[in-house]
């Protein structure tokens, strides 16, 4: 019976430490940390790196969601959008949460080290990076580029994981990355324009406006679109990966033509889910392109 109410227990700790990091958002940097490491590989790599650069990936973002939970408590208690969450409403302990953090950056230096000498280098860096982040919109409105400067680290990270070296394609998968998070996160972002002006948050659509914010979010993604087809002609793809790309570019303007703040559901589905679609489209696509045609 005590072991049976401790699985209880433990399960829902799981539950309730996967809802606050959001383990499902995975998918939108993982599809392109694994073209970054096909790539990279010239085919699929090793399991032992396929391996250690899942694990970094998961204990690199678990740590930084939970991070950015923590220091953004009190906000989110605020913000009649956010007061449910975990910590507001304390369903999980500030020093869980710590400790949960420490233990997942932990995890994410020794698969760094686990890789190669260069990931276990930079791990440092990347953790004081994408720790950061939770403070850029207390001073700037660019925080949106930065969150998606931050996330961009995914497949720049990948190729690394494979290579050990420095080249040129990882950085533009990691710009297309940028850009399209920091878009759809300004489009996310304009459910809080009148919060972030009362408490003094900084962001696009509460130093812009709705509508230029929404441009400016418009103007990211079609950028994405450019660089997406600039590696089409770099890496001498196919037409399978070019179809991927339609199908994305179809999916962001469905994205934009739906936007509505004041519908939290619709917004949830313009800002994640079109958007954990086009990630995972652009993946099938590009590997079926890269090892089937």
């Keep these: 019976m005590v072991i049976i109410n401790a699985c209880k227990i433990a399960a829902h700790k799981f539950k309730l430490f996967s809802e606050l990091v959001m383990f499902s958002h995975t998918l939108f940097s993982l599809p392109f940390a694994i ?39 009190t906000f989110d208690g605020q913000n009649p959008r956010t007061a449910h969450r975990h910590l507001p409403q304390r369903l999980l302990a500030e020093k869980e949460v710590a400790v949960f953090i420490v233990v997942n950056y932990m995890i994410f230096i020794v698969a760094s080290g686990m890789l190669n000498l260069l990931c276990l280098i930079l791990s440092p ?72 002006r009362r ?37 001498g793809l196919g037409w399978m990966y070019l179809a991927g790309i339609g199908i994305a570019m179809l999916l962001l303007m469905t994205e934009h033509k739906i936007i509505k703040p004041s519908n939290r559901q619709l917004m949830k589905v313009a800002s994640y889910n079109l958007n954990q679609v086009i990630s995972t489209v652009i993946l099938a696509c590009t590997l079926v392109d890269y090892f089937l045609l």
């Design 199 to 235: 408490i003094g948050l900084w962001s696009i659509p509460s130093y812009f406006g709705l509508q230029n914010a929404l441009r400016i979010a418009a103007a990211l993604h079609f950028i994405m679109i450019m660089l997406l087809l600039f590696l089409y002609q770099w890496r």
């Design 35 to 73: 073209i970054s490491m096909v790539w990279a590989a010239g085919g699929w790599p090793s399991g032992r790196i396929m391996l250690w650069g899942l694990i970094a990936l998961i204990g690199a973002r678990n740590g930084a969601n939970a991070f950015n939970r923590l220091v953004d408590r």
């Design 125 to 196: 860096v990347a953790i004081v990076l994408i720790s950061s982040y939770s403070y850029t919109k207390r001073f700037t409105y660019l925080s949106h580029l930065y969150l998606g400067f931050v996330i961009a680290s995914a497949p720049i990270g990948a190729w690394f994981a494979v290579t050990g070296q420095i080249a040129f394609t990882p950085f533009v998968i990691g710009t297309v990355v940028m850009l399209w998070i920091a878009g759809f996160d300004i489009i996310y972002g304009t459910q809080d324009i009148e919060f972030d």
